[in-house]
């Protein structure tokens, strides 16, 4: 089955640093860009950024850029995103989501994983 | 940097009735790169259409997409129950975000 699986939940502290992952099976990881979706709570859809695991070529966006890292091991088809320093406002649930193929018109994201929800409280 | 605006914030029908979606660009984009996806609670958004027309694999011919320039549309033409939920527009590839979403509308049972 074709799936990207995210990692768990987690509850962190303000200042803590957190990785979360995102693993593609079913498909060649290497082909698709996979990106990172952000949507606080009661709210829409954000893109953060985006990688190719085939190569780690990274876009962010801008309002993410500098605030996250996005990385990618492709021995173990898995993407992840990093916080050095969570804030309370990072709560949210972050989804990852497969870009359908390399040309302009196939850039919409077909598959996602079923989210990842961080919670930063003190 | 291009804003899309959907309408209406909620949308009230009911089982049977048509659903037209409205996406409004805050500058021309090309059809060939307008998706709209679908997201029930507590669940991951599902693509419905991409190049603004065409249906993802699995999704019934009741889901419909169109427009052009700045406007597009999304039409659900008899409402099933299991199409209550949330639905994005989204756009890709204009710098200097490369993707972006609607707020969403909220579709819900009258």
């Known amino acids: 089955e074709v799936q990207l699986g995210q990692s768990g939940a987690e509850v962190k502290k303000p200042g803590e640093s957190l990785k979360i992952s995102c693993q593609g099976s079913g498909y060649s990881f290497t082909n698709n860009w996979i990106a990172w979706v952000r949507q606080m709570p009661g709210k829409g859809l954000e893109w953060m950024g985006i990688?190719?695991?085939?190569?780690?070529?990274?876009r962010y966006s801008p309002s993410f850029q500098g605030q996250v890292t996005i990385s990618v091991d492709k021995s173990i088809s898995t993407a992840y995103l990093q916080w050095g320093s969570l804030k309370a406002s990072d709560t949210a649930i972050y989804y990852c989501a497969r870009q359908r193929g390399p040309l302009l018109q196939d850039w919409y994201f077909d598959l996602w994983g079923r989210g990842t929800l961080v919670t930063v409280s003190s | 940097e291009i804003v899309l605006t959907q309408s209406p914030g909620t949308l009230s029908l009911s089982p049977g009735e048509r659903a037209t979606l409205s996406c409004r660009a805050s500058?021309?984009?090309?059809?060939?790169?307008l998706a709209w996806y679908q997201q029930k609670p507590g669940q991951a958004p599902r693509l419905l259409i991409y190049g603004a027309s065409t249906r993802a694999t699995g999704i019934p011919d009741r889901f419909s997409g169109s427009g052009s320039g700045t406007d597009f549309t999304l039409t659900i033409s008899r409402l099933e129950p299991a199409d209550f939920a949330v639905y994005y527009c989204?756009?890709?590839?204009?710098?200097?975000?490369?993707?972006?979403f609607g707020q969403g509308t909220k579709l819900e049972i009258k």
């Open positions: 500058q021309s984009v090309s059809s060939t790169y």
């Open positions: 989204q756009q890709y590839g204009t710098s200097p975000s490369l993707y972006t």
């Open positions: 990688i190719y695991p085939g190569d780690s070529d990274t």
